[in-house]
Nanobody, 114 residues
Framework: QAQLVQSGGGLVQAGGSLTLSCAAS????????MGWYRQAPTHQRELVAS???????NYAASVKGRFAISIDDAKNTLYLQMNSLKPEDTAVYYC????????WGQGTRVTVSS
């Protein structure tokens, strides 16, 4: 079964950086759109960043200028580069590739300390 396996979360101080990875079990070339979501305690899951195949990326206002989404088709991997992290970025992050297996990664926790 097609899977999305995430890695790269952890604990970081405010102002630090992390890169999240989402490795697909198959090629991502056939998928038009992908994204990253996050869910903080007591909050609903929210879209953080998305990308479509012509290269256009969109970001939530809260992360614009700090986060960058990218795809490496050679590695079948979706990335989220997160810079200048803030405590309010603390959440479980999920990658999303609609149509690829269940469409979601397993989630990875990011904790930003002040």
């Amino acid at each position: 079964q097609a899977q999305l396996v995430q890695s790269g979360g952890g604990l970081v101080q405010a102002g630090g950086s992390l890169t999240l990875s989402c490795a697909a079990s198959g090629s991502l070339l056939g998928f038009a759109a992908m994204g990253w979501y996050r869910q903080a305690p007591t909050h609903q899951r929210e879209l953080v960043a998305s990308i479509i195949r012509n290269g256009r990326a969109n970001y939530a206002a809260s992360v614009k200028g700090r986060f960058a989404i990218s795809i490496d088709d050679a590695k079948n991997t979706l990335y989220l580069q997160m810079n200048s992290l803030k405590p309010e970025d603390t959440a479980v992050y999920y990658c999303s590739v609609p149509g690829h297996g269940e469409g979601w990664g397993q989630g990875t926790r990011v904790t930003v300390s002040s």
